[in-house]
């Protein structure tokens, strides 16, 4: 009897302590998993992470130990962190079409996908995540309804919308094809995000479409995620044909530019100049390369102009140059303020010697931080400056 005390008592404890401090993983095969997961009729939940990767290790510091999110994961998945470069986790991640971590796999007791998300999820969104993978809304459920036939055109563009947030570009592309041959106009703003995230081939009839139309590309996506995501196809290929894999240099790539992009080639050739220079970490060729293009195409893109404004911050010592660069962050932030453009801004604010909208600044970004759950100890020491 006092055994049998003893072991009520911690299996008490253990519950209390799960409640307590957030999610509980299981340590156990994946086929035992599956094992598990069908006797029991629920779906297990996959941490799939690196060592090396920074927002897995703020998910396992920040939001897998919640207690609210360890109440529901532990209620409704199995849950499981693997290593993605250990093990099972090469096999599993090909398996899963993991691409990016963190990678968050739910999956079936018959080793089916349910659903899946990236990156780091703030608390409140990672607890709307479990719902939406028990939901009718799952990536499973979705994959199903096309499969059974379902063509309707908003349901079409949320299924290409989830595609492509979880990096299933295969399915992404197959489907967008489908969608794509019942339109006739492909200019709507909708239409012209789903192709930007999913561009297809060099000389294919998607990349064509941007190609022809950056206009109204460009007011969908926003100017920098047009350019990369054109970089990203014609690069590939460029680096797929010569067999190589270093980074080209400018005068290499322009011919490439002018077969199979054209209308783009000075503004591409000078994207990637700037591009290729920040890859290469040189900064004496990306200040003047990026003072360039942002002076010959001016930009849109709240993400394109905060990333080259703390560029600046951290490499630029003419005040001209700085200047400049406090005039990109604002507007970014008048695009779109985020936590790490007003951070940005606020630092350059600093180096330029306005102390007083630094503070200002800072606190406004550290305000945003605290509302998305997102590390602010950086801004922070600029208030301690």
Sequence with gaps: MRFLFLFLCTCVSAQMVAQ???????????????????????????????????????????????MEVGKVYNDRFINAKIDMEKGEGPGIAQRYNVMAYPTYLFIDGD??????????????KFLALADVAVS??????????????????AFIESYLGTLTDVYEKQRAG???????????????????????????????????????????????????????????????????????????ETKDIIPFYTKYAAPLKDRLAAHYTMFQASQMNDMETYLPAAKYYLKAY??????????????????????ADLELAL????QSVELRATYPNLDTLAWLYKKTGDDAMAAKTAAR?????????????????????
């Design 174 to 248: 197959e489907v967008i094809e489908d969608y794509l041959a019942s339109k006739e106009d492909w200019t709507d703003e909708g239409t012209v995000g789903l192709i930007i995230a999913n561009p297809g081939k060099v000389g294919g009839d998607r990349m064509h479409f941007l190609l022809t139309h950056p206009e109204e590309a460009m007011a969908s996506a926003g100017s920098g995620s047009y350019m990369m995501g054109l970089q990203q196809v014609l690069l590939g290929q460029y680096m797929q044909d010569a067999g190589k894999r270093a980074l080209p």
């Design 20 to 66: 307590e401090f957030g999610m509980v993983f299981e340590e156990k095969p994946f086929e035992e998993l599956l094992a598990q997961a069908k006797a029991e009729d629920k779906v297990i939940f996959i941490d799939a992470y690196t060592t090396w990767c920074g927002p897995c290790k703020m998910m396992s510091s920040k939001v897998f130990p919640d």
């Design 365 to 385: 970004a550290i305000e945003m931080a605290k509302e998305t759950d997102q590390d602010y100890s950086s801004t922070e020491e600029l208030l301690n400056d």
């Design 298 to 319: 001016p930009s849109n893109d709240f993400g394109e102009l905060n990333t080259a404004a703390w560029d600046f911050f951290e490499n630029a010592t003419d005040p």
């Design 327 to 330: 005039g990109w962050a604002k």
């Design 111 to 124: 080793g089916n996908i349910v659903h899946k998300a990236l990156g780091y999820i703030p608390a409140p």
């Design 136 to 153: 009718d809304k799952n990536l499973g459920t979705l994959n199903k309804r096309y499969d059974d036939g379902e063509r309707d055109a």
